[in-house]
């Protein structure tokens, strides 16, 4: 979700018209046999072939939520606990049961027994201080950076052999969840303790999980092999002991249409980021698409108040009634990208429903920018003291079909007189301009975690400061939430914020972004952890 | 010195000359690209980095000050091409792995593009049916015209997906190799096959043609011992031109296919604006267009009896 990388665009569009082509002119190939619907009785062994859109970049642990590192991070790695993704609440996994004491600053976990990692070591109240202290803390010895999902970490203390506790300076009630977390994934002690660079390396990352690395070739492929002595999974999960499949072949398939090709002719099992395009020919093939939720901050404008024109409330209110984001799913979405009712996804925590303020109002924002001083000029677009309403944006890589997303929002604000500059997502100028209110306005983005602190992770000024903020109220709000110990308060916190950033026009909220995958019909057992990630561990081939 | 070792040392002296003004050229505009690969590397917001943080790490990897384009030449000289910054990996290896593949794919392709060519050519050169001449004419031009990307999507649709003759997913090394070769030979076989057709064209129209008719040589003589002979030499340029466009074709049919080469790993580099990566590349690619031109050159004279004079 954070680094980016240019997809071709137009080499996707071409294919769109040479299927068109195609299909108008084929036979329709062969059917795949649908509804396999008799599941049965897992069966252990076989290959599983999944496509990935993108490489894996590196593989640091607290990077792991770029998604194809994830894909691959996931299968590898267990975590303290685990997150039930329909509950979202949070169950014993390597930590069997945990304290926490009453200000939230005290947490102690009792591990199982009898857990190693894959070289043989084992997975102790050891290496897990070890672990925490590096995501908690950082290494700047070894360049090793703190995890955005870790909140006021002070130390660890090792009881015993199976015994840990972490103090936190300050009430860090996030911290349960945050131990479930993707990026949060055990790994040996020696992992833990190489350098930034040397940890980034997929041969260097040493898990407890059911699976290992076979053999990795380079940005291309990744096979993994079923670990026959795994036996430790979330204690609530129906299957215990090694996974069903004996093998995982994940390879990097950059071209969409070639995901699905390879898919619907039965020359992949399983391929992530299904574009909303092609969600039709995956199902019309008798194959399952899987849109699942990533529950965090929606996909959306972040309008930065730092920038000259943007600093004026009324002209960023202007632009947040003046987009319409209905129109923009229904124009070039699915129902899988539900519309978004707030700055969070429906099925995030705390999530308050804001659609009537959000109500696309095109007369109140031309309003709005009257008030503002903004007059039309000749060619349409309105100027004030000689300066057009221009804004710049960058064409978001991570984020599905941004750059049509984009040139929607900008015919929408075409009509009020606003000018939007897209600019397209080339890896140097992005990364020296980002973070320049003036050149790029505006920024199009999105984060997926499951907890009340992912607010934070994506407006707060030390996380990810996706409007580059100058509002010190904001950061204050986001620093209560995050050091609330109890949950109804944390919620109602979480709320006021939602409120406050839709009130101040930072935010201009489009759509639940989900993560796509299609499924042939012989596979089973698909599953995902909260935030949409594949486990590929109850999988099974019939 | 005789006169064929003076030109020999002549074009080797050109040679390293063009590869140093490569060299140079590319490292300075790579220098002013805006941004630089460990901001784009670092700038990642999950890792919540600092810009002082980030300054420090760039001084870490030592990539900043006035004595590097000293540094970097000397290390080339040397063969040490440096570290991927996207990787960590020495770029000498990352380009190891990469160029056997790639170099099985140009190859392969090329030949084919030749073969094509040839066809092509001689084929409208031969007919006697007007319409299918036209026809055939204007193959070059639409060969040319097809985009490499869509080509090999469209065969991928086709000879993958529909008709299930070839996987691109898993499949033998030759099943690997059949459409990105034949993505990559339809547009260089282009400008070949034109060349050729044209020069067949003009050589048979000059008079020492019926000449040899007159002598009573048969049209399969003349064709191949006389007008093929004579048209060579230009087509031979233009193949030894082509060699650019199959690096930057090989870029796009890497990628599309998903084959580990040379030409995914510009794209990669391209991306995350790896500078070392890019800079040896670049490099590469001029000094296999060097040789290649080279080799060219020095075939003229065995072609060419008149020209063979003209080098001694």
Not at chain 1, 53 to 75: E, I, W
Not at chain 1, 258 to 271: E, F, I, K, M, P
Not at chain 1, 282 to 307: H, Q, S, W
Not at chain 2, 274 to 302: G, I, K, S
Request: aromatic share 8%; net charge neutral.
């Amino acid at each position: 979700m954070s680094s980016s990388a240019p997809r071709p665009v137009l080499a996707s569009l071409a294919v769109a018209a040479a299927t068109c082509l195609l299909s108008a002119c084929g036979g329709g190939g062969t059917a795949p046999a649908a509804g396999a619907a008799a599941a049965g009785k897992p069966v252990y062994g076989g290959t599983l072939t999944y496509l990935e859109h993108q490489a894996p970049t590196c593989l640091y642990l607290p990077a792991a939520g770029f998604y194809p590192n994830g894909g691959v991070l996931n299968q590898l790695t267990d975590k303290l606990t685990w997150q039930n993704p329909e509950t979202l609440k949070i169950e014993p996994w390597i930590a069997t049961s945990w304290e926490v004491n009453k200000d939230a600053t005290q947490y102690t976990f009792h591990l199982r027994d009898g857990v190693t990692f894959s070289d043989g070591t084992p997975l102790d109240a050891d290496a897990v201080a070890a672990n925490f202290d590096v995501y908690g803390k950082g290494d700047p010895k070894l360049k090793l950076p703190v995890a955005e999902f870790v909140n006021n970490y002070e130390r660890s203390e090792v009881i015993d052999r199976n015994t840990v506790r972490f103090h936190f300076d300050k009430p860090s009630p996030g911290f349960l969840q945050g131990t479930s977390v993707i990026g949060a994934g055990l790994v040996s002690k020696k992992t833990i303790s190489l350098p930034y660079e040397e940890q980034c390396q997929l041969k260097n990352v040493v898990g407890s999980g059911p699976f290992t690395v076979a053999k990795q070739v380079v940005d291309k492929e990744i096979d993994l092999v079923a670990r026959k002595d795994y036996d430790w999974a979330p204690k609530s999960s129906e299957h215990q002991g090694r996974a069903y499949l004996d093998q995982i072949k994940i390879i990097v398939t950059p071209e969409d249409n070639v995901r699905v090709g390879a898919l619907t002719s039965g020359q992949a099992d399983y391929v992530r980021y299904v574009q909303a395009y092609d969600e039709q020919t995956v199902k019309d093939a008798g194959f399952t698409i899987y849109a699942e939720p990533t529950r965090g901050v929606n996909n959306g404008l972040y309008l930065r108040p730092a920038n000259s024109i943007l600093k004026d409330v009324k002209v960023r209110r202007a632009l947040q009634k003046g987009t319409n984001a209905k129109e923009v799913v229904d124009t070039l979405f699915t129902p899988s990208y539900p519309v978004a009712t707030s700055v969070l996804s429906h099925l995030a925590q705390g999530y308050v429903d804001l659609s009537k303020e959000l109500a696309y109002d095109p007369e109140a924002a031309a309003k709005l920018l009257d008030e503002a001083g903004w007059v039309k000029g000749a060619d349409g677009v309105r100027e004030k003291d000689g300066a057009e309403l221009r804004l710049g944006v960058f064409v978001s890589g991570p984020q599905p079909l941004s750059k049509q997303t984009l040139e929607l929002v900008g015919q929408q604000w075409a009509k009020l007189g606003v000018k939007l500059e897209i600019r397209p997502a080339d890896a140097g100028t992005q990364a020296v301009d980002i973070k320049n209110a003036e050149k790029t306005a505006i920024a199009h983005s999105m984060v997926g975690r499951a907890d009340q602190d992912v607010i934070k992770s994506h407006f707060h000024t030390k996380n990810r400061d996706v409007i580059l903020s100058n509002d010190a109220k904001l950061d204050r709000l986001l620093e209560e939430e995050s050091a609330l110990p109890d949950e109804a308060a944390r919620n109602a916190k979480v709320a006021e914020i939602q409120r406050y950033v839709v009130d101040q026009a930072y935010a201009i909220p489009l759509f639940e972004e989900p993560q796509v995958y299609g499924v042939a019909p012989n596979v089973h057992g698909v599953a995902f952890e909260a935030v949409a990630r594949p486990s590929f561990y109850s999988v099974w081939k019939s | 010195m005789s006169g064929s070792a003076r030109y020999l040392l002549s074009r080797a002296g050109q040679a390293v000359l063009v590869l140093w003004a490569a060299f140079t050229a590319g490292y300075v505009l790579l220098q002013l690209l805006p941004g630089d690969a460990i901001l784009i590397k670092f700038q990642n917001p999950e890792l919540g980095l600092s810009p002082e943080q980030i300054a420090e790490i760039r001084s870490y990897y030592g990539t900043d000050g006035p004595g590097a384009y000293l540094h970097t030449l000397l290390g080339f000289l040397r063969g040490d091409f440096g570290y991927s910054i996207d990787t960590g990996t020495p770029v000498a290896e990352r380009l190891a792995e990469g160029l056997p593949a790639t170099a099985k794919l140009a190859g392969t392709a090329f030949a084919l593009a030749v073969l094509i060519a040839v066809a092509v050519a001689f084929a409208s050169c031969h007919t006697r049916l007007s319409r299918l001449r036209g026809a055939l004419q204007a193959v070059p031009s639409l060969f040319v015209s097809v985009p490499a990307f869509w080509l090999g999507i469209v065969l991928i649709q086709v000879f993958s997906f529909r008709l299930r003759l070839v996987p691109v997913i898993g499949g033998s090394e030759v099943q690997q190799l059949l459409l990105p070769v034949l993505t990559l030979a339809v547009p260089i076989s282009a400008p070949i096959a034109q060349i050729l057709a044209r020069s067949l064209d003009q050589v048979r129209a000059q008079p020492f043609v019926p000449v040899v008719a007159a002598k009573g040589a048969s049209p399969g003589w003349i064709l191949w011992r006389h007008v093929a002979r004579n048209a060579l030499p230009p087509t031979l340029t233009v193949a030894g031109l082509t060699f650019g466009e199959l690096i930057a074709g090989s870029v796009v049919t890497e990628t599309v296919f998903g084959r580990n080469g040379v030409g995914r790993l510009t794209e990669q580099a391209v991306n995350a604006q790896d500078t070392p990566v890019l800079l040896a590349v670049v490099v590469l690619a001029a000094t296999v267009f060097v040789l290649v031109n080279l080799v060219v050159d020095l075939l003229y004279p065995v072609l060419d009896p008149r020209l063979r004079r003209a080098v001694a």
